[in-house]
């Protein structure tokens, strides 16, 4: 029997924590460098903007779908072992994307990025909820969310600059001296905190959530095209709640289901998880819209897009151990209410100004929106993971970063998706471009307020 993992903050407790989260970094830095490099794909490869956008769709569908496996793999296998796996995978599609010749080849290599930022991803957050001492979670809890915060700041200015000098691909180049430095880390670093178990993997419930999953997407994807009312896009909806029914009902009666649903039950961390999947849906939509409404509509080039994005992202990255530090204080409720207020602020200017909008005025506004984020995303997470007992926590922890996936992927197909749809009536790219960008900014202010109502409810009871 596996003796009492002690809790202390110690260099290998940060080493586990930077190597895990290098790779989700590298993996957000290439996924917001690429949404710059749009335009510059779909010349290359002519693709247009609907296939394009599976460069970030695609990578997210992948952590979506890879992630609900960590609880069973967090048993099953020493967290080392997990790591470096997953760190080779990444790697590898990495050099894929460097030396791609199609799209095709670019994009699974990012498919094999989504891969291994599935599996790593939840292993950051399980190491600090598992081996952080207790009075600085929330802090342990925002450096590694910083960790992971820093790469929407660094990917649209560094992609901008790096495609106007080198070309897109320099990219991925000069992500893999970062990952290998991530692979020797963790692996003189990640310790073991829990006992392994011998579990039985449920593949008929894993391959159910991957369809479901996928047929959503797809349908979300295919709108843009073929409509939301195609008999194909409403096949897919409906093949997606279909299989999701399924899949629920085998976990419900399964001894060792994937994820144990009824976590669900707890009205606090349901509500937590539908902010942070707000949240996320709300962020990947504005990184789509911002640098692509600025080189398409604002005629500005790559770097200026990109950099639109930089000065908010930094305040963010840099706010989120502050605002842990405040929750280990005073608890989630105000930190996050204050956060969700911000995002409405920044969504609703966002709809009064975007028509007459210029670089600067976007920059603002999205310092605000960085702000809230800042606030809300750590300590949402938090919040809800605390809500479940301890057995239970890691389910909680595959749950909130499968959906925070699953939304961003959706965010990003949806967004497109608005954006194309005025394309098919109206001639002059710019135009058109600036019609579907202020229909989506207005969905985007929906999901804000919906946000800080679940929000509110959430924390209401905080003791």
């Not at 590694?144 to 991925?172: C, E, H, K, Q």
Request: hydrophobic share 55%.
């Amino acid at each position: 029997m596996q003796q009492t993992f002690e809790r202390k903050l110690d260099l290998k407790l940060i080493l586990s924590i930077v190597a895990t989260g290098l790779m989700s970094f590298t993996g957000v830095v290439v996924e917001t460098a690429m949404n710059v490099t749009f335009p510059t794909l779909m010349r290359e490869f002519g693709v247009n903007l609907s296939t394009v956008q599976w460069i970030t769709t695609g990578y997210l569908l992948i952590l979506a779908i890879i992630i609900p496996s960590s609880a069973f793999l967090k048993k099953k296998f020493t967290s080392k072992k997990i790591f470096i796996t997953a760190n080779l995978i990444f790697l590898t599609g990495t050099f894929l994307g460097a030396f791609a010749s199609s799209f095709e080849m670019l994009l699974f290599g990012r498919l094999l990025q989504g891969a291994g930022t599935g599996i790593a991803l939840p292993l950051m957050f399980n190491i600090v909820m598992e081996q952080a001492p207790l009075d600085k979670i929330g802090l342990m809890m925002g450096a590694a969310t910083l960790v992971v915060a820093m790469a929407p700041a660094v990917g649209p200015s560094v992609g901008g600059m790096i495609i106007n000098d080198y070309g897109w691909r320099m990219i991925f180049e000069a992500l893999a001296p970062v990952i290998i430095f991530s692979l020797i880390s963790g692996t003189i670093s990640i310790r073991q905190s829990s006992e392994l178990k011998s579990e039985h993997f449920p593949v008929s419930e894993y391959i159910l959530l991957a369809i479901s999953f996928t047929c959503f997407i797809l349908g979300s994807s295919f709108a843009g095209s073929l409509s939301w009312t195609s008999p194909v896009v409403l096949g897919l909806f409906a093949a997606s709640l279909l299989v999701i029914k399924f899949f629920c009902s085998m976990s419900l009666k399964s001894a060792e289901p994937l994820i144990h649903l009824h976590i669900f039950k707890n009205k606090s961390f349901t509500l937590s998880v539908m902010g942070l999947l707000l949240l996320q849906f709300i962020c990947l939509g504005l990184g789509f819209l911002i640098p692509n409404f600025a080189q398409i509509v604002l005629h500005e080039n790559a770097f200026v897009a990109g950099c639109i994005l930089l000065p908010g992202c930094l305040l963010g990255a840099m706010l989120a151990p502050i605002s842990g530090k405040i929750l280990d204080k005073f608890g989630a409720r105000r930190p996050i209410l204050f956060g969700t207020f911000c995002v409405i602020v920044a969504a609703a200017s966002f709809n009064f100004v975007i028509l007459n909008s210029t670089v600067i005025l976007l920059t603002c506004i999205y310092v605000i929106f960085t702000l809230g984020q800042g606030f809300t995303s750590g300590n949402t997470m938090v919040h809800g993971l605390k809500c479940l007992a301890d057995e239970f926590k890691a389910d909680g922890n595959a749950v909130f970063n499968t959906l925070q996936q699953l939304a961003g992927a959706i965010g990003t197909a949806i967004t497109a998706t608005i954006v194309a749809s005025p394309q098919k009536e109206i001639s002059d790219l710019a135009t058109a471009t600036a019609q579907g960008s202020q229909n989506a900014f207005e969905v985007l202010l929906v999901a804000s307020v919906v946000l800080f109502i679940c929000m509110n409810v959430a924390t209401r009871n905080e003791t």
